[in-house]
Nanobody, 122 residues
Framework: QAQLVASGGGLVQAGGSLRLSCAAS?????MAWFRQAPGKEREFVAG????????RYADSVKGRFTISGDNAKKTAYLQMNSLKPEDTAVYHC??????????????????WGQGTQVTVSS
């Protein structure tokens, strides 16, 4: 069983940058970030597969966000650039030890970290 600890987030002006980190204890093959804004469903942001050496992004963040990771440290990073007010949400990291490829469905992930707030002011 894995435990996830997320860090980063905060308040930034539009156009600014933030970096989120998610450290896992235990075996994980895929790690991902989701976000949830008030009154909206949780949505996929980006994910990384250690086993497939592959990444996947939501269309809304392509070209602005970059997910990377250190497999030895079992840590995934989400570098968020050119932030927009619509990126404001609680960001959650997720992981799974059965997936091979990144899934955009929250139901595919068994492990979740605590959320971290990202607020982008206009």
């Amino acid at each position: 069983q894995a435990q996830l600890v997320a860090s980063g987030g905060g308040l930034v002006q539009a156009g600014g940058s933030l970096r989120l980190s998610c450290a896992a204890s235990g075996r994980t093959y895929v790690m991902a970030w989701f976000r949830q804004a008030p009154g909206k469903e949780r949505e996929f942001v980006a994910g990384i597969s250690w086993s497939a050496s592959a990444t996947r992004y939501a269309d809304s963040v392509k070209g602005r966000f970059t997910i990377s990771g250190d497999n030895a440290k079992k840590t995934a990073y989400l570098q968020m650039n050119s932030l927009k007010p619509e990126d404001t949400a609680v960001y959650h990291c997720a992981a799974d030890s059965s997936l091979v490829l990144v899934s955009p469905s929250p139901q595919a992930y068994a492990y979740w970290g605590q959320g971290t707030q990202v607020t982008v002011s206009s």
